[in-house]
């Protein structure tokens, strides 16, 4: 009886149907001064053609390229720095044209600025328009009237107002120039070369404020007063009231959208039909930093950008994501899990105020609604919320009861709860503080206590609890933090600071620590992902994924956006509707991982980070999840976020790359400039920028130096590069940006430079030493011929004066001794006969020996076959004279066609000496000659079959003394072998 009266209790206590009025959050990223713009004032906002965004301020420009705001002011060149219009001319790229307001024109090209002066009159100085038209006239229009500049010529537009004050210009699709004044405009058309003008009736507050020509050829005109003009041609079409103030600009999307920046916010709408067509309107309540928006753009890759007079720039660039705000949760208490989403689609969240529906109506827009849950007198705080396997809600309340629902689902309005089960604190459950809850797929409950464990409860019939474990039984700690259940019936409980341990059907406990490979042992969050590996978030650890009995940890140091994990989510590998474009398999098999800092997406194949995402970066994600393969949902303790991934189009715009500064040696070089440097200027930084605005983070770059590195480095999200000590020689640099969807640029940026070697090392250099070498070589070859050649008409004149004067002198001695001997008697001579004797033989002697020296001096007798030929005759002779048997073996060629005079007379006169001693001392019969060259040593061998010698014993001749002296002189080998009655054996050898 007593439970029926709990149980009616409780659904009277139950409030339901309360409205929330909190506003959908957009994914707007505000830019200010504290990230680098001039001023937080914005007016104009231009994309070129390079991809920059430029941002006029009344401080002057801003120029964004995804990374970093370059700022230019009147210090920098601008003749004022309140901007008012900005544009690019199309007929010559990258000259931006800006007007000021009291400062005149300016062009900005090549890095600097110049003014552009239109007439003298103050007025012209307060440019409001700029447009340059399809015939590359660029229209000017001011506070003075219009002027036309073209091929570098100024000339006033004649209108009928003196002075008429421009507004606004713009091109229409069939070229007409539509010129907006205060409450006229004016059209003019280069096919006629006339103008015709439009009154527009406009009420006394509304005068003209902007123009627009859309993609279909309309003109739209916004006034002061919120009225909206169509126009189609020349005529009127529709006009509408859409607003109570200014309609700042107008511009459109490829949707067929218009979108309106005005004095309350952006306006939304579409084209047709324009006078019952449905406004959205986005304002603070929605994510803006202020209602006031004065300018827009929708830049190349989709974003929407837009211009506050306050409160900095604004980004919209990803459309996919809502946030809701909650009213903040207790602080002092641990939520887990904070939200859950039911099979229908309604999520279910934790906030200050109760629990919180959100889910998608029949018609596609997103609601929310608050279920309150209190007692008389007090309001009841959640704690946890899950959604079990047969779809009931089960909620839990701080330090209170738990409660399962029933839930009827309705697509126009909230579920309807109907309470099934109620667990009471003090009756079903202990008195303890409660960690989580988690009902498996059997209907039992696995409850988390404070400083008790874990208990099992019987949800069948009656709850009843089944089991208690504890440390004892193996849980890491009494304080678990994260319960999960595999596909295999498996429980897996992370503690506080123990570790995780796996509970079996069977009932067996096993424990993991560090041991066993976990990074960290403080367990937050535990997934199984459809290939069957287990991943667990730590607190201070990283992600750890267990498979194949192994663990491998995924950290910081990988990509990974904290080391703290909170939550872990999943996309199905399998069903994915996948996007077409360059990276679309990057969508499957993703693990969405909650960490201190936000949200990010990894490749779980790879086990590998993927890009940072600025628009996901809101904060501890305590709480996600996949829903149905397109939505990831994200709680914090502040919001709940939804991402339809799926229904987010891939970036494919591909991103400009451009180089924007190169140094050398830490000297800033302009590229322009032909790129020689010397050889010493070899230490080279180039800096670059790809601009891709939709995720700036995700922005990385592949580089390569060929003539280093002939392949593209790993991407990296360094926007510079180093080069040191580079060897002379020619370079080309190139490098590549890629986007978050991985499309790379186009084209890769280059720069081609040279490093030039050092004189010594050039062309020229090496000629010019290579002919002087030369030269030198030929001067020192030519002086030694010279002194050749005078050498040997020296050693000539000298052979020839011993031949003419000397020989002849000791052949007339000779003569002369013979002839007295033969005409005196005998006995007249008596004992003078032995004194004309030897006279004849000294002479003789002397004439042998200076007939020696002649040959040897002679340069004549140089070459191998007159030395051959010498040797082999003298040889010759005299062993015949001696009836001695000879064998003579003399090579027919020599290495050296000739051999010097001093080598070649020692050699003369050893083989003469040898020979010599063979013929008239060794009393032989038979004598070997044999002369052999080896490369460049000649060996002479003589050998007779004589009475040999005692080489120890003296000898009263100088043969064997003279033979040594010179086989010295010649650095010869000499080799004697002979013994009394064995003959004589001598070898020398000797290089030639």
Not at 292 to 302: H, T, V
Request: hydrophobic share 40%.
């Amino acid at each position: 009886m007593s439970s029926r009266l709990n149980f009616a209790f409780v659904l009277l206590a139950l409030l339901a149907a309360v409205s929330s009025s909190v506003a959908q959050i957009l994914s707007f990223r505000n830019y200010t001064s504290k990230d680098g713009l001039l001023a937080n004032g914005i007016r104009p906002l231009f994309q070129d053609s390079r991809g920059y965004l430029w941002i006029g301020t009344a401080e002057g420009v801003s120029v964004y390229d995804g990374a970093a705001f370059i700022n230019y002011r009147t210090g920098n060149g601008l003749s004022m720095n309140h901007i008012t219009c900005i544009t690019e001319s199309r007929a010559s790229p990258g000259a931006i044209w800006i007007g000021t307001q009291g400062g005149g024109l300016n062009t900005f090209a090549n890095g600097r600025f110049a003014a552009v002066h239109l007439d003298s009159t103050d007025e012209s100085k307060f440019v409001n328009a700029l447009m340059e038209d399809s015939f590359g006239t660029m229209w000017c229009g001011t506070a003075g009237g219009v002027y036309q500049i073209r091929d570098n010529r100024v000339i006033p537009f004649k209108t009928e107002g003196e002075s008429l004050s421009a507004v606004d210009i713009v091109e229409a699709a069939d070229g007409a120039v539509w010129i907006g004044f205060e409450r006229v405009v004016y059209i003019y058309s280069p096919q006629k070369q006339g103008t015709t003008h439009i009154e527009l009736s406009l009420s006394q507050k509304g005068s003209v404020q902007c123009l627009f020509a859309d993609r279909e050829g309309n003109v739209w005109i916004g006034t002061r007063d919120g009225l909206l003009l169509q126009f189609s041609g020349t005529a009127l079409i529709s006009r509408r009231r859409i607003a109570d103030d200014y309609l700042w600009q107008i511009f459109d999307d490829p949707l067929g959208n218009l979108w309106i920046c005005s004095e309350s916010g952006i306006l939304k709408m579409v084209k047709s039909p324009v006078a019952s067509g449905k406004i959205a309107r986005y304002t603070v309540e929605n994510g803006l930093p202020e209602n006031r928006i004065i300018s827009g753009l929708l830049d190349r890759e989709g974003n929407f950008w837009f211009g506050t007079p306050s409160k900095g720039l604004c980004k919209w660039a990803n459309k996919n994501i809502l946030t809701f705000p909650l009213t903040a949760l207790p602080g002092e208490h641990y939520y887990h899990p904070p939200a859950a989403v039911s099979g229908e689609g309604h999520f279910w969240v934790i906030a200050g105020d109760g629990l919180r529906e959100i889910w998608n109506d029949e018609k596609g827009n997103w609601r929310e609604h608050l279920h309150r849950f209190s007692q008389p007198g007090r309001q009841r705080h959640l704690s946890s919320v899950s959604v079990d396997a047969k779809s009931r809600l089960w909620v839990g309340f701080i330090d209170s009861d738990i409660h399962g629902y029933e839930v009827t689902s309705r697509p126009d309005r909230a579920s309807h709860l109907t309470l099934a089960k109620n667990l009471r604190i003090g009756v079903e459950l202990p008195k303890a503080t409660r960690q989580c809850f988690f009902v498996d797929e059997n209907n039992r409950m696995w409850l988390s206590l404070e400083g008790m464990g874990i208990l099992q409860i019987e949800l069948n019939g009656e709850p009843k609890t089944l089991a208690t474990y504890t440390m004892k039984e193996g849980l890491p700690d009494h304080s678990i933090r994260a319960i999960y259940e595999d596909r295999q019936g498996n429980m897996w409980f992370g503690g506080y600071e123990g570790g995780v341990a796996v509970l079996s059907p069977s009932g067996k406990m096993r424990k993991f620590t560090r041991v066993e490979g976990l990074p960290d042992e403080h367990v937050r969050a535990i997934h199984q992902d459809r290939d069957g590996s287990i991943w667990i978030g730590t607190r201070d650890g990283g992600l750890a994924v267990y498979a194949g009995g192994k663990f491998k940890t995924i950290s910081v140091n990988e990509g990974l956006l904290s080391n703290t994990i909170w939550s872990i989510g999943e996309d199905d590998d399998d069903s994915a509707p996948r996007p077409k474009g360059v990276e679309a398999e990057r969508e499957r098999g993703r693990l969405w991982v909650g960490t201190a800092l936000g949200m990010q997406s990894l490749d779980k194949n790879k086990l590998q980070p993927l890009p940072i995402r600025n628009d996901l970066l809101i904060g501890a994600v305590h709480g996600c999840g996949v829903y149905r393969n397109r939505l990831v949902w994200m709680a914090t303790a502040e919001a709940f976020a939804i991402y339809d991934f799926a229904g987010e189009a891939p970036n494919l715009t591909p991103p400009p790359i451009h180089l924007t500064r190169m140094l050398m040696n830490a000297e800033t070089i302009d590229l322009r400039n032909k790129l020689d440097f010397p050889h010493h200027q070899n230490h080279c930084t180039i800096e670059f920028t790809g601009i891709s605005l939709k995720d700036e983070k995700a922005t990385r770059y592949q580089y390569r130096l060929l003539g280093v590195v002939p392949d593209w480095c790993p991407p990296t999200s360094q926007r510079a590069v180093t080069f040191a000590t580079l060897e002379p020689g020619a370079y080309t640099f190139e490098v590549r940006a890629i986007n978050n969807d991985g499309v790379h640029s186009l084209r890769p940026a280059t720069a081609t430079f040279t490093i030039l070697p050092p004189f010594w090392q050039r062309w020229w250099f090496r000629i010019l030493v290579s002919v002087t070498i030369i030269a030198i070589l030929a001067a020192l070859y030519q002086y030694r011929v010279a002194k050749l050649l005078e050498i040997e008409r020296t050693r000539l004149r000298i052979a020839r004066d011993l031949h003419d004067e000397v020989g002849s002198t000791l052949s007339s001695i000779s003569y002369f001794a013979q002839a007295i001997r033969n005409a005196v008697d005998a006995r007249v001579l008596n004992g003078s006969e032995k004194f004309l004797s030897l006279i004849a033989e000294s002479s003789s002697s002397a004439r042998e020996a200076i007939s020696d020296i002649i040959w040897s001096i002679d340069p004549t007798n140089d070459d191998w076959e007159k030395i051959s030929a010498k040797l082999r005759r003298y040889a010759a002779d005299l062993f015949e004279s001696k009836a001695i048997r000879y064998q003579i073996d003399l090579p027919t060629s020599f290495p050296l066609d000739k051999i010097r005079m001093e080598r070649r007379r020692h050699f003369w006169l050893i083989f003469k000496e040898m020979v010599t001693n063979a013929a008239k001392h060794s009393r032989c019969t038979e004598v070997q000659i044999e002369l052999s060259a080896h490369g460049k040593l000649l060996r002479l061998l003589v050998q007779d079959n004589g009475i040999g010698l005692d080489p120890e014993l003296p000898t009263n001749g100088n043969g064997v003394h003279n033979i040594r002296a010179r086989a010295q002189s010649l650095r010869a080998h000499l080799d004697l072998q002979t013994l009394p009655g064995a003959g004589t054996r001598w070898e020398i050898t000797f290089p030639a």
